[in-house]
């Protein structure tokens, strides 16, 4: 714990300076924790000043011992397994004594199972909002602070998307309000994307399965992330006064409400943000002028009806444009060498670019949802919903590139450039996509006390509607007889409309096995869908276990058949060589396959209030849909055309290092490899067939990540707050490109090489913030109003992270950097 605090503070020091101290008159509080029953002293118990997150923890004696100015406040006691409690004392200039005694608490059957028992059931992991906001990153989407879970690939602060424990970008579940929603289909993996439609200021819970999900889910072969949004309405809740929170930094703005009325019976909670990170992008290699808006408007409204009847609505509007207009770009890449008698041999990739881009998407999303509680154990809920999304990319840019050999001693001037090589690459495309998906679906519960059945159905209608219309020109000179060259590819215009249905039905069962409730836990299930496209039914069967050796130690463990349905993106496949969309629609597709082992195990130390777990899975991977990486896009093949294997071991320790204040600590190993169906290397020529031979990497095999939160108090002033993020993730793997056969000009063709045979160096990243929280009002409008000043360093220590690469005609490999060291500063008003 002291090193964590020695780590975060020397990180933060250039950042904060010295915090002043203002002078007052301080005063203590002492006591002793105890069991209600026993009277026996509690170890690691949570003592906070309420509202705040200012505190300590009981010693193995159940003593505590807080510093605090002069004046009344209302401490909270709090520990897992025993029922908050919450106690007034004033201080004066001396010691004052509070002595507090505990009760154990006992769950119900479904509180066991849907609130407490949520964070120890295989593959789940909670993650607290609060945490989200404070976690110094570019935007506060809540998706990108998903990086530093336990098997989520980290390779890229630009995106919002994400890779769990080896599996693709399009295997993940979100879930908002128990409403799916989608990310976008055509955007490229980097700023293009915007925001993601996760707005962490309305969360209350943030769910996160990495594997072992249950049946209630669906069928994605990767996660699921399941969202409650705040309802400050409710049955017995009261009439809730208004509260919210306005957010400003150089980046983005932000702001939520939410209230209730009619005695409760009314909530609702209104969220807006917007984004204009122009400033931040411009950091990378490409300058020019970067014109993104990214905004959004979200809401939700509970309206209890009767005290069984209730009726639930969340709506969604997000409106996402990236302009760009590039200017120039310079690159440098190779080795500088300090052997004399070995030359360096560094280069430079100057290019200078006309045209402009305009990405955009406009999602909107509308649900509505009907919960009746026919008695008190059976709860039936319906609901419809509607979300469409209009996607648009277009761009006409002319790239006039020459690559240069560079004396790294005589820095850069356009007389250090020998010329190696020049040519010009128009890129051109005007595509458009409009996704429509429709969903009907309802959900059942039955409570028999120890054991819970569930059960749902859903109906889905989808329309896409795709044109295309790319190309893309080189032009250079022919290294054999100087003769100009001019060469087209990936050239296509077409058009699609796609319309098919889904449909799927769930049961699953969770029974408490042993006489000594809770101690032992097993939920099974049957999933079954259907997917007109293909005309095809899976059955997913799942089973889970969860066994309280003791008060300290948890084993869990699961297994499941998890089918997912190809989505149009991979059913659309590789445009490579097609004449039509329609051409490269495969309906003898068929839903890719993983069968699913997962076991693990957290232990408790309550003097040092710290959770270590541990979990180790292994996939089975059949029918999958291979896909490539390029130009930082996914393609996939539209084929089931391998198949393979994941393994790896998720380790956490996860805690309260300060009191208050939840830090963790990751580490994941991970092996993910597929072969090539036999089927599939027939279809290929000789030249391509021997890139494909084996076994080999998947896209997202990324062995080792590390990720960290830190979060601590500054000595001496507890108004000050500094966080840190840490990731760390191992090369993922690519595909180089090599030379090919001459075409028929007798230029060398650029053809991929041995396929997920490079790595990508490491990306390593370091974020800081430090907080300084004003109490402005005491008491407001619902409350006390905070102020909190932020200063964030996005990649403290600078460091260079390739995302990708492109290639020269000499086949030079040229990376694709990330974002430098940027600072940003911000504005949270919270009342």
Request: charged share 25%.
């Amino acid at each position: 714990m002291r090193l964590s605090r020695v780590f975060i503070l020397a990180a933060c020091w250039g950042l904060l300076g010295s915090a002043s101290v203002h002078a007052q008159t301080w005063g203590s509080v002492t006591g002793t924790v105890t069991d209600s029953v026993a009277g026996e002293p509690l170890p690691g118990i949570t003592v906070l000043v309420q509202g705040t997150d200012f505190g300590t923890a009981t010693t193995a004696d159940g003593d505590y011992r807080l510093e605090l100015p002069t004046g009344r406040y209302a401490l909270r006691f709090s520990a897992i397994g025993f029922a908050t409690h919450v106690d007034s004392v004033t201080v004066t200039d001396g010691a004052t004594r509070l002595d507090v005694t505990l009760a154990a608490t006992v769950l119900e059957m479904d509180e066991l199972m849907v609130t407490e028992g949520q964070a120890q059931r295989p593959g789940v992991y909670e993650v607290d909002p609060a945490d989200v906001q404070n976690m110094p990153t570019p935007f506060k989407d809540g998706f990108r602070a998903l990086k530093t879970m336990p098997g989520v690939a980290t390779n890229s602060e630009l995106t919002q998307q994400y890779s769990v424990r080896g599996g693709g970008y399009n295997e993940n579940l979100v879930f908002i309000n128990g409403f799916e929603i989608f990310f976008p289909f055509r955007p490229r993996q980097g700023e293009q994307e915007g925001m993601g439609l996760l707005n962490p200021a309305l969360a209350s819970d943030i769910t996160f399965y990495t594997g072992g999900f249950p049946p209630e889910y669906g069928g994605k072969l990767s996660s699921a992330l399941d969202v409650q949004y705040a309802q400050p309405g409710g049955e017995g809740a009261g009439e809730k006064p208004l509260s919210g929170s306005v957010d400003l930094s150089t980046l983005d703005a932000s702001a939520h409400l939410q209230s209730s009325a009619l005695g409760g019976d009314l909530g609702w909670a209104l969220g807006m943000r917007r984004a204009q990170p122009g400033r931040f992008f411009g950091t990378q290699d490409l300058k020019g002028d970067y014109s993104p808006r990214f905004t959004d408007v979200q809401g939700t409204v509970e309206y209890r009806v009767s005290d069984r009847v209730s009726v639930e609505a969340l709506g969604i509007w997000a409106d996402n444009t990236f302009e760009l207009e590039p200017e120039e770009r310079t690159t440098y890449f190779g080795v500088i060498s300090l052997d004399p008698e070995r030359p360096s041999d560094f280069k430079a990739l100057q290019a200078s670019l006309s045209g402009a881009r305009t990405d955009g998407y406009t999602t909107t999303f509308g649900g509505v949802r009907l919960r009746t509680e026919l008695s008190d154990r059976l709860t039936l809920e319906h609901d419809v919903a509607h979300f469409s999304t209009g996607e648009t990319e277009s761009f006409d840019i002319q790239s006039d590139r020459q690559v240069c050999q560079v004396d790294p001693t005589q820095g850069a001037n356009p007389a250090n450039c020998f010329l190696r090589g020049e040519s010009s690459v128009t890129r051109f495309a005007d595509n458009v996509v409009n996704v429509r998906r429709r969903t009907a679906r309802g959900r059942y519960e039955l409570d028999l006390g120890r054991q819970t059945l569930k059960g749902g159905w859903h109906l889905r209608d989808l329309r896409f509607d795709d044109q295309l219309e790319e190309k893309t020109i080189i032009q250079g000179t022919d290294q054999g007889n100087l003769d100009p060259v001019r060469i087209r590819v990936d050239s296509l215009t077409d058009q699609s409309v796609f319309n098919e249905q889904q449909f799927g039905v769930h049961l699953q069962d969770a029974v408490d096995v042993l006489p000594t409730q809770g101690r032992l836990t097993v939920t099974g299930g049957l999933r079954a869908d259907y997917f007109s496209f293909n005309d095809e039914w899976t059955v997913s069967p799942r089973l889970s276990t969860r066994f309280g050796v003791t008060d300290r130690l948890t084993l869990t463990g699961a297994w499941g058949i998890y089918h997912q349905k190809p989505t149009y993106r991979e059913l659309r496949g590789s445009l490579e060589g097609a004449t039509s969309i329609e051409e490269t629609l495969n309906r003898d597709i068929e839903s890719q396959r993983s069968v699913q082992y997962v076991l693990g195990g957290e232990y408790f130390f309550p003097e040092q209030r710290l959770y270590l777990r541990a979990e180790a899975y292994y996939k089975d991977l059949d029918n999958l849909i291979s896909y490539t990486i390029e130009d930082v896009r996914v393609n996939y093949s539209g084929e089931n055309d391998t198949y393979g294997y994941t393994y790896g071991l998720d380790l956490q320790v996860r805690g309260e290092l300060v009191p208050g204040l939840e830090s963790w600590f990751n580490y994941s190993f991970l092996v993910a490899r597929e072969r090539f169906t036999n089927g599939a290397l027939q279809s290929y020529t000789d030249f391509r067939r021997k890139d494909r031979q084996g076994l080999m990497p998947r896209p997202a095999d990324q062995r080792h990540t590390f990720s960290a939160f830190v979060q601590d108090y500054v000595p001496g002033d507890k108004s000050w707050k500094v966080h840190m993020r840490l990731l760390y993730g191992s090369g993922l793997p690519y595909t180089p490109i090599s030379p090919g056969p001459d075409n028929v000009e007798g230029v060398r063709n650029r053809v991929p090489g041995d396929r997920m045979s490079g790595r990508l160096p490491a990306y390593r990243r370091v974020d800081v913030g430090a907080t300084k929280r004003i109490e402005v009002v005491r008491n407001g409008i619902g409350g006390p109003v905070h102020l909190e000043l932020t200063l964030e360093v996005l990649n403290l220590f600078d460091m260079d992270n390739t995302v990708d690469y492109s290639w020269t005609r000499g086949f030079e490999r040229v990376p694709k950097r990330l974002t430098p060291r940027t600072l940003n500063a911000r504005l949270h008003l919270t009342f």
